[in-house]
């Protein structure tokens, strides 16, 4: 009762010094709220026995309630405000992983360097030219992103003259540089703002990972599309089955907790169940083509090497190597997410690069299916 007086009382103090002493008033205003924690555990234990408390009591603790609530109130309004004004004016500093919220808490062994929430896009734009965690993610698939736009344009502009069937080549084309575009430009996006808000963060994740399936299934099209170039029924059954389940896999990232730390394992396993699914129709091809022709013509070599990528990449990303073993040394650059990022693209590039060879192949052939070899 005494220290809920001298409390009240420096409540009195505080007040009348608001403007000149902004440490007192937060000791001040920050005792009534510890004195009523403590006066709630007593009244629970002796509650049976003592009476109700007398009607002063209760006006005094009114009043401390009346005085103290807008206080804080407009405190917390003017923290916001000056808060919010400095992220706008680009005045923010990188915090540790520990005083993170939890949306945005990860990665564990990423220790120091992360972005604090940011509501605004402007701030989270303007945050792709400073150094943080994210900085590496986020050039990383940029860079990609223009990569890939440049490769598809290019590819789309090339003459028909190129092509046996020009219209269709170039849609399956398409549909394999749309999935990597659409891919790499969702995840630059999602890693931009992902500091923004919850709300912001879980949709963005949804589109990127929506944007690994669809890099997957696109990746497919060019492939089966030459490699049953003359089997048009396996062609299609394949190209549908991939369609099944990558739309499967969209589905299943949909799911709120997908995206959450414990999921992690759960997200590597998915998209490489995804990506493996491609064993099948590798299979099929090298058993009626033989493994000489697999590997010449078939291209498979550097399938191999784009599978090897996509699979260390997605390793890492699960066990999240190497910051794991040097918590701390990986905050900004070489993380394991930035690693599978380049092998990401990395991976892409080869793809492109043996399904082209795939294309000049038939072009090679004229598009002939008299021969009962090479499907
Ligand atoms: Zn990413």
């Known amino acids: ?12 103090n505080g007040l009348a010094a608001a403007g000149r002493d902004r440490a007192h008033l937060e000791l001040a205003e920050l005792g009534p709220l510890l004195e009523e924690k403590g006066e709630q555990g007593a009244a629970g234990t002796a509650s049976a026995e003592d009476p109700p408390c007398p009607v002063a009591r209760e006006e005094e ?7 103290t609530l807008p206080l804080q109130a407009h405190h917390a309004m003017e923290k916001m405000e000056e808060f919010v004004y400095k992220v706008w004016e680009g005045r923010w500093r990188v915090i540790p992983y520990d005083v993170l919220p939890d949306w945005l808490k990860d990665n564990d062994y990423l220790l120091h360097g ?39 344009i290019l590819t789309m502009l090339r003459p028909n003259m190129y092509f046996m069937a020009p219209l269709q080549e170039k849609v399956v084309f398409g549909m394999f540089f749309l999935g990597a575009v659409l891919c790499l430009s969702f995840s630059w996006l999602f890693h931009t703002v992902y500091c923004h808000s919850e709300k912001v963060s879980r949709t963005f994740s949804k589109l990127d990972y929506s944007g690994i399936a669809l890099l997957i299934m696109g990746s497919f099209v060019p492939w089966l599309y030459y490699s049953f170039y003359c089997s ?67 291209q498979m070599g550097w ?26 040394k ?44 090479l499907l």
């Open 1 to 12: 009762m005494a220290s809920r007086k001298a409390a009240a009382a420096a409540q009195g």
């Open 330 to 373: 990986f905050d900004i650059w070489f993380q394991s997410h930035q690693i599978f990022h380049v092998l990401v693209v990395a991976a892409a590039f080869v793809h492109f690069y043996g399904v082209s060879n795939l294309q000049e192949f038939r072009y090679g052939l004229e598009g002939g299916c008299t021969d009962d070899s």
């Open 232 to 298: 048009p029924q396996p062609r299609l059954i394949y190209l549908s089955i991939v369609c099944v389940l990558g739309i499967s896999a969209i589905i299943v990232a949909q799911w709120d907790r997908f995206a959450t730390p414990k999921h992690r394992q759960t997200r590597a396993g998915v998209f490489l169940g995804l990506g493996l699914s491609g064993v099948v129709p590798t299979m099929h091809f090298t058993i009626a083509e033989g493994f000489v022709k697999a590997t010449t013509v078939g």
């Open 303 to 328: 399938f191999f090497l784009m599978a090897v990528m996509y699979i260390t990449g997605a390793g890492l990303y699960a066990a999240r190597i190497p910051e794991r073993f040097f918590p701390g």
């Open 61 to 67: 603790e009114e009043v401390v309630r009346v005085l």
């Open 114 to 152: 992360h972005r604090p929430p940011m509501p605004s896009f402007r701030a989270c734009f303007k945050s792709i030219f400073r150094i943080h965690t994210e900085t590496g993610n986020i050039w990383t698939h940029l860079l990609g992103f223009v990569l890939f736009l440049c490769l598809g």
